[in-house]
T-cell receptor, first 116, second 113 residues
Framework: GAVVSQHPSRVICKSGTSVKIECRSLDFQATTMFWYRQFPKQSLMLMATSNEGSKATYEQGVEKDKFLINHASLTLSTLTVTSAHPEDSSFYIC????????????FGPGTRLTVL | GESVGLHLPTLSVQEGDNSIINCAYSNSASDYFIWYKQESGKGPQFIIDIRSNMDKRQGQRVTVLLNKTVKHLSLQIAATQPGDSAVYFCAENRAPNGQNFVFGPGTRLSVLP
């Protein structure tokens, strides 16, 4: 139980294009989803928190116009990296919290984004 | 959220030995803590959690100890196996409503044959 999936697992794109990453909670309803970014050999950095049906709350220093987050349903959140550049290359991980424990976050497998 | 961009400390243990991974947290108001395991190229996997009204919690082969006086958290893994090799992160809940977790820098555990 408490499975979170992400798609795609790996994406390579050209600079200037936009990339959409999906995060789904497969067996529970996620009232809150989180998007993290992780650079090699570093810890997870929270980018934004989204609650279903409302606008995402972005962490300081994260450009909301560049990283568009949509949490349209209780099982799906999307992160769109707009006009991606090589410095956006990173490992993007989502997590979800819902009715499977009050506080616990369950993580997706991550998406490796490489921008050429 | 914050992250700490440090090189990961590494703990090397012999297969079969016990492992102890430590984590210092900064916010005395944090009331919920989780240990995650992350294998290379994968997302973090929940291992065990503990609330601030407890000082010890045991799972299967794992034990988490919480010392609120010195704001210290540890993860003990009994009879460490090769499959335990991974990076381990502690995460503390800093928001009253459980919204925001802050992750520690992580520790890489290497199990030697």
């Amino acid at each position: 139980g408490a499975v979170v999936s992400q798609h795609p697992s790996r994406v390579i794109c050209k600079s200037g294009t936009s990339v959409k990453i999906e995060c789904r909670s497969l067996d529970f309803q996620a009232t809150t989803m989180f998007w993290y970014r992780q650079f090699p050999k570093q810890s997870l950095m929270l980018m934004a928190t989204s609650n279903e049906g409302s606008k995402a709350t972005y962490e300081q220093g994260v450009e909301k116009d560049k990283f568009l987050i949509n949490h349209a349903s209780l099982t799906l959140s999307t992160l769109t990296v707009t006009s991606a550049h090589p410095e956006d290359s990173s490992f993007y991980i989502c997590s979800a919290r819902g009715d499977r424990g009050k506080d616990t976050q369950y993580f997706g497998p991550g998406t490796r984004l490489t921008v050429l | 959220g914050e992250s700490v961009g440090l090189h990961l400390p590494t703990l090397s243990v012999q297969e079969g030995d016990n492992s102890i991974i430590n984590c210092a947290y900064s916010n005395s108001a944090s009331d919920y803590f989780i240990w995650y395991k992350q294998e290379s190229g994968k997302g973090p996997q929940f291992i065990i959690d503990i609330r601030s009204n407890m000082d010890k919690r045991q799972g299967q082969r794992v034990t988490v100890l919480l010392n609120k006086t010195v704001k210290h958290l540890s993860l003990q893994i009994a009879a460490t196996q090769p499959g335990d090799s991974a990076v381990y992160f502690c995460a503390e809940n800093r928001a009253p409503n459980g919204q925001n977790f802050v992750f520690g820098p992580g520790t890489r555990l290497s199990v030697l044959p």
